[in-house]
């Protein structure tokens, strides 16, 4: 199917502050939840683990309903879309805030929202890159990454002090505020496209979801039931899946890819008859596209899963209330602020260095910060020792961030950059459920058997593998769904009050080599993204 011209499109001033917000908005009200959630834990009567795979999930949906929501933009016109999306998306937030049940909250929260957010996530992208063209565009590109960035900022830090004063329900109040904004701001965002008067792809929609949700929901799922020795059964209304010795995770994993093959046949089927398909997958064929798609995916991996586990591990560590974690993980985002004003700043200037060796240097930087963060980590730090590491890394994310998005579409047309930002979008949200489920799971798993070990050796006792890995799942199970205060009455039952004494500092000691261990993988991950960006081309070239 050929692609159609792009249009040409005339945004004016209010416009482009809609887009701004709308991404400011989705930025504070995911990094909202990690300050709120102790106060959600208690009042709600839920547990750690169930917030963060209410994260997970949020992130699954949005994926997973991204090639649906771009086929409904191009029936109805995105901006009709948008609008849509946006009512939704505030209705889900005041029903976020009014929850009165934990099940009440995830509905609203992960399911409503978000699907609600997925075509508010490519919106501001997709219609910044008709309006713009060159350094303009470069610059409008700049000032939405500040959109999020910033909205990230507030939701930790603003959210986290009303939260603190008023209740983790007043935290979404300025999320409101913005919502109105955007409301009023954006009723007349111009026209992208000509709207294409063919039946919708629902099959290749249903097929796209069940696919890129049961990767998802797997690897979400696989510190709980275990990446391939299930830790415990996997069952519906009685029914054990599978009824044999193997993970819900492996099964659930090959699931989601055999659908994403059926989805690329059928959307190959769909192109050829009739021209009507969710994505174009020749697209996936332009290795520069590829390369920095799974590049910025990687960078999001790491900083999404290493914050997550920062706001996990210090009030542990130090200890901090919730605000007081969201200030000490503050220097990591404000360095990446001045780094993106200072480049739009001085982005006018004729460029002396081409665009690939400036994400070099930002991967370099993001790898030596995480490095230096990893011998810092002791259950003696403080707020002060992490500083220099969390500046270093924020202005690598910072350089990296402010040019991978525009190597990425060095070799894409402009009229398939939204066919692209369908593809791009989802990856990354793929990226903060991989960060957060795969380093949080890393860090709970090693955590838990650094307090297995070190109460056996103060017990003086000796288990065997199998129990050691017992205890260790118990521990697990309950850190992952039990408060504070049920995991210390638990724990008090079965051990001594000589070892209940020494284990605040047996825990801290646990939480710093389990945060070693993931800030390890989280570098080795880095690695991996640096080599991959060496294949990006070294100049961006603006294609009609």
């Not at 004494?501 to 825990?507: G, H, K, R, T």
């Amino acid at each position: 199917m050929a692609a159609s011209p792009a249009p040409s499109i005339t945004l004016d001033r209010k416009d482009f502050w809609a887009l701004w917000l709308t991404l400011f908005l989705l930025a504070y009200n995911v990094s909202v939840i990690p300050p709120i959630m102790p106060l959600l834990v208690r009042q709600l009567d839920t547990s750690i683990g169930y917030i963060q795979g209410a994260l997970v999930l949020f992130s699954l949906v949005t994926a997973s309903f991204a090639p649906t929501s771009e086929n409904l933009c191009r029936f109805y016109r995105r901006e009709r879309v948008f609008l849509t999306g946006l009512i939704l998306y505030g209705i889900g937030t005041i029903a976020m805030a009014l929850s009165p049940s934990i099940g009440f909250w995830v509905v609203s929260f992960a399911l409503w929202t978000g699907l609600a957010a997925t075509p508010l996530v490519s919106a501001p992208w997709t219609i910044i890159d008709f309006a713009y063209d060159g350094k303009t565009e470069e610059k409008a590109t700049l000032a939405l990454i500040l959109a999020s960035v910033l909205g990230g900022l507030s939701g930790a830090i603003l959210g986290g002090l009303i939260a603190s004063h008023f209740g983790w329900r007043w935290a979404f109040a300025p999320s409101l505020f913005v919502f109105l904004l955007i409301l009023i701001l954006g009723r007349t965002l111009p026209s992208t496209a000509v709207p294409r008067k063919v039946p919708l792809d629902w099959v290749g929609g249903l097929i796209s979801f069940l696919g890129f949700g049961s990767i998802l929901l797997g690897l979400s799922l696989s510190g709980e039931y275990g990446w391939w020795t299930p830790k415990q059964t996997f069952s519906i209304v009685g029914v054990v899946i599978p009824p044999f010795a193997l993970s819900i995770v492996p099964l659930l994993i090959a699931v989601g890819v055999i659908c994403l093959g059926f989805f690329a046949v059928w959307e190959r089927q769909q192109d050829r008859s009739n021209g009507l398909s969710l994505l174009r997958i020749g697209l996936l064929r332009n290795i520069v596209f590829v390369d920095g798609l799974l590049t910025a995916t990687l960078h999001t991996l790491i900083t999404s899963g290493v914050q997550f586990n920062l706001y996990q591990t210090l009030p542990i560590l130090l200890p901090l209330n919730p605000f007081q974690t969201a200030l000490a993980v503050l220097p990591y985002t404000l360095t990446m602020v001045v780094v993106i004003v200072v480049l739009l700043k001085y982005l006018s200037v004729d460029d002396q260095l081409p665009p690939k060796y400036i994400v070099y240097f930002g991967l370099a930087l993001l790898t030596f910060g995480l490095s230096s963060l990893y011998f810092v980590i002791t259950p003696t730090m403080t707020t002060l020792s992490i500083l220099p590491s969390l500046m270093v890394m924020g202005m690598g994310s910072g350089l990296f961030l402010a040019y991978i998005g525009t190597l990425t579409y060095a070799t894409v047309s402009r009229s398939d950059k939204p066919e692209g930002r369908g593809i791009y979008n989802p990856f990354q949200q793929l990226g903060n459920s991989l960060g957060r489920g795969i380093l949080g799971t890393i860090l709970v798993t090693s955590a838990a058997a650094g307090v297995v070990d070190r109460v056996v050796k103060k017990m003086e006792v000796s288990l065997s593998v199998t129990q050691r890995q017992d205890a260790i799942s118990t521990l697990q199970e309950m850190i992952q769904t039990f408060s504070k205060e049920e995991r210390r009455t638990a724990i008090a039952k079965i051990l001594p009050d000589s070892v209940m004494e020494q284990l605040p500092a047996i825990s801290r000691s646990a939480a710093a080599e389990g945060l070693q261990t993931a800030l390890l993988i989280a570098i080795i991950v880095s690695i991996i993204c640096f080599l991959l960006s060496t294949q990006l081309p070294k100049q961006v070239r603006h294609r009609i």
